[in-house]
Each structure stands twice: as structure tokens, then as C-alpha cells.
């Protein structure tokens, strides 16, 4: 197996940046809310202070919407954490159903951005293959934003993992109504091509069906050095 290492590097950093600065926004967001609450919390302990009556409901709301945004920045920062770590290993075991979640929820913000609702469909039996970690994130990544780009009308994308031949997994991307063939010629494009040649994976496309399928193998050797 060979595939472009600077391809697959340059893909992989511009990746790495999109989705960083994306959920680093997002903790901005954060932040500013809970400054502006503070702000109001700050605000009503002055007029206390000065005898005007606060209710201590108006403040109870006002320290669940800081908690409500401390929760929301501590679940982005673990899933940055758990992005940045998954160069950690040339290979290891993931599990798909799970992997899709994480991958809907690192892509949030972009769906929303096109107005896209992404709905990943629950797995009756664990799916477990042992692949390439970052490249997979990034290869479901550049089909996510494929996938939401022809989501047409319907404006929702759905994500279901099946078991495939030889322990394998497919991924099918379904829902795509604005999916056409001469849409389909575009992706992926050719310097993206190393990605799935790396994970031994195979896109295909149904028109009928509106979904691209996403095929990996259960196990895959990556060299680095070829």
C-alpha cells in the first residue's frame, strides 16, 4: 500500500485548523455569556445593596445560565482534548457508532452555519473496527462537508453505521436531496483521494437512494514512511 504522505499532512493540518478554531470560537461564545450574565448578576447585587428588592428567583435564573455554560465549555473542551489526542496512535481500535457522535458534535457549529441538522442513527451492536484515528476524522469530515453542501431542501443529514463484509463498516450518508452527478464528480477532490487510499476505504454514491456510502475495513496497516 502507497499513498501521498505530503497530501494526506497538508489535508490533515488544514483539518486540524478548521475544526480547532472552530470549537475555540465556540468557548468564546461561552465566555461572552457568562460575562454578560455576570454582568446582570453584578448589576442586582448593587440594587440589593442599595435596597431595591431582587428576587432571589431573578438570581437562581440568572447562576443556572452561567452553569448551563460551564457545562456546554467543559463538553467542548473535552472534545478538543479528545480531537487533539487522536494523533497520539498511527492506529487503534474505534468504535463507529460512538466515533459518529463525536464527529456530529466537533461539526456542529458548521451545520448550523448552513442551517443543516445532522442525526446520527443509533447501532443495536457494538462496531468496532481498528483503523487510522485522525485520518478517519478527517476523511468523515471532508464527506460530512460534502454531505451537508447537498443536503438540498430537507436540510438534514443522517449518519448510520452498519456492520459490512469482512468485519467491515459502511457509513451511509443519507438524506441528501440535492445529490447529482454532476455534484458527485467533484468529490473527492483529487489531492483528497490519498485519505481514503490510506484507510483502504471506498466512497460510493446512490442517487436513487440520496446517500454516499463510506466503506472501511475492520483492520488496516498504515506505513507513515511510504
Avoid at 487533539?84 to 451545520?111: C, N, W, Y
Wanted: negative net charge; aromatic residues 6%; glycine residues 6%.
Amino acid at each position: 500500500m502507497s499513498y501521498k504522505t505530503d497530501s494526506i499532512s497538508e489535508i490533515g493540518l488544514q483539518f486540524f485548523g478548521k475544526i480547532s478554531s472552530s470549537n475555540f470560537h465556540e468557548i468564546k461564545n461561552v465566555l461572552a455569556i457568562i460575562n454578560e450574565t455576570a454582568g446582570l448578576l453584578e448589576d442586582f447585587s448593587l440594587m440589593a445593596e442599595q435596597g431595591v428588592p431582587v428576587g432571589p428567583e431573578r438570581m437562581k435564573d440568572l447562576s443556572s445560565k452561567i452553569m448551563k455554560q460551564v457545562r456546554r465549555a467543559d463538553g467542548i473542551v473535552r472534545s478538543i482534548n479528545r480531537f487533539s489526542h487522536s494523533v497520539d496512535k498511527p492506529t487503534d481500535q474505534v468504535d463507529i457508532a460512538e466515533f459518529l457522535t463525536f464527529m456530529i458534535g466537533l461539526s456542529e457549529r458548521f451545520a448550523a452555519m448552513q442551517g443543516v441538522t445532522l442525526k446520527a442513527q443509533p447501532s443495536d451492536i457494538p462496531l468496532l473496527i481498528t483503523t487510522a484515528p485522525f485520518l478517519l476524522e478527517n476523511l468523515v469530515w471532508l464527506c460530512l462537508d460534502f454531505a451537508m453542501k447537498v443536503a438540498g431542501a430537507g436540510k438534514t443529514v443522517g449518519l448510520a453505521a452498519e456492520k459490512a463484509e469482512n468485519n467491515g463498516v459502511r457509513i451511509r450518508f443519507t438524506n441528501l436531496d440535492g445529490l447529482t452527478e454532476s455534484l458527485i464528480s467533484t468529490f473527492p477532490k483529487e489531492r483528497e483521494k490519498a485519505l481514503p487510499d490510506a484507510l483502504q476505504a471506498e466512497i460510493t454514491t446512490d442517487i436513487g437512494a440520496k446517500e454516499m456510502i463510506l466503506r472501511l475495513p475492520g483492520d488496516i496497516t498504515v506505513n507513515s514512511n511510504q
